[in-house]
């Protein structure tokens, strides 16, 4: 099965700085990867996406890369501001599969 | 839309009891799914419907059942309800099948004493 990690539990940023949210996959056959943001007693919602296709796709202060080499992910938000304030997961599918396989979760708390 | 809603919000059961989480999508999306959250960890799979008609089993599916009513609804039932099934359930639904965005629920809050 898939194994998804991510680099540091927590990750303290300076509002207005940038944050870089790492994760890495095991399964060289992972086909779709995809971030999502869980505020505090709410749902996980979806950030950004990427096929494994591509190596970096870019939204609204996001941008997501992707090193199929080292088998890496990872998440960039730029000017973090407070909002950001969230657990972040990365979710990894293999091609044709139903199933995503999470990681445990990054706290990313901006400081003021 | 509402989007994928769950109800209840929260739960507490003791052990022995039985109950249905329930979950509805108006997004037309064809494949359904059960997560659970614990502390510290990712969302486990527990089952998932990729279709109408159709549900398997995920990574977790022991103390679960689940029935996919309708296109829209997809249940999730605890049989006999054990302290080990104490965690936040979230359903979520995405348009088709293969790797695809999933959209998530609130959440339920269940706690079994």
């Known amino acids: 099965g898939e194994s998804v990690g991510l680099h540091l539990p927590t990750l303290s940023v300076q509002e207005g700085d940038n944050s870089i949210i790492n994760c890495a996959y095991s399964?060289?056959?992972?086909?779709?990867f995809i971030w999502y943001k869980q505020e505090s007693g709410k749902g996980p919602q979806f950030i950004i996406d990427?096929?494994?296709?591509?190596d970096k796709r870019q939204g609204q202060r996001v941008t997501v890369l992707l090193n199929k080499t080292v088998k890496h992910l990872s998440l960039q938000i730029a000017a973090t501001q407070p909002g950001d304030s969230a657990v972040y997961f990365c979710?990894?599918?293999?091609?044709?599969?139903?199933?995503?396989?999470f990681g445990a979760g990054t706290t990313v708390t901006v400081r003021a | 839309n509402a989007g994928v809603t769950q109800t209840p919000k929260f739960q507490v059961l003791k052990t022995g009891q039985s109950m249905t989480l329930q979950c509805a999508q108006d997004?037309?999306?064809?494949?359904m799914y059960w997560y659970r959250q614990d502390p510290g960890m990712g969302l486990r799979l527990i089952y998932y419907?990729?279709?109408?008609?159709?549900?398997d089993k995920g990574e977790v599916p022991n103390g679960y059942n689940v029935s996919r009513l309708n296109k829209r609804e997809f249940s999730l039932r605890l049989e006999s309800a054990a302290p080990s099934q104490t965690s936040v359930y979230f359903c979520?639904?995405?348009?088709?099948?293969?790797?695809?965005?999933?959209?998530f629920g609130p959440g339920t809050r269940l706690t079994v004493l």
């Open positions: 979520a639904s995405s348009a088709s099948g293969g790797p695809d965005t999933q959209y």
């Open positions: 399964n060289s056959a992972s086909d779709y």
């Open positions: 990427i096929r494994s296709n591509m």
């Open positions: 979710a990894v599918a293999s091609a044709n599969d139903y199933k995503l396989s």
């Open positions: 997004m037309n999306h064809n494949s």
């Open positions: 419907s990729a279709s109408e008609g159709t549900t």
